[in-house]
């Protein structure tokens, strides 16, 4: 089965910068792609980032040139470092894998950017 342990969220004043972690383990890690999606109250889940195995990334538009996906492939870990935050990046990040055809999420860290 596989299992996350998400860290690294918390308040931030607008323009300020915050890195996500995510621990992956349950998998051949370095072989998945992983994706960071956000939800924000009242919205659905979207996807903020991607990197797959041989580290290639993607990102959504609102986040391009602020947000830079990572990973560590010797640590299990995924990294979302955060830049320039807004206030509409206010949202609950979710570490995602697929295994097997099945989606497979973290619970969540909260990410809030205010004043």
């Known amino acids: 089965q596989v299992h996350f342990v998400e860290s690294g969220g918390g308040l931030v004043q607008p323009g300020g910068s915050l890195t996500l972690s995510c621990v992956v383990s349950?998998?051949?890690?370095?072989?998945?792609?992983v994706d960071w999606f956000r939800q924000a109250p009242g919205q659905q889940r979207v996807l903020v980032a991607r990197?797959?195995?041989?580290?290639?990334?993607d990102y959504a538009d609102s986040v391009k040139g602020r947000f830079t996906i990572s990973r560590n492939n010797a640590r299990s870990t995924v990294y979302l470092r955060m830049n320039s935050l807004k206030p509409e990046d206010t949202a609950v990040y979710y570490c995602?894998?697929?295994?097997?055809?099945?989606?497979?999420w973290g619970r969540g860290t909260q990410v809030t950017v205010s004043s």
């Open positions: 995602h894998v697929i295994h097997k055809g099945t989606d497979y």
């Open positions: 349950g998998i051949n890690f370095g072989i998945y792609a």
């Open positions: 990197i797959t195995s041989p580290g290639s990334t």
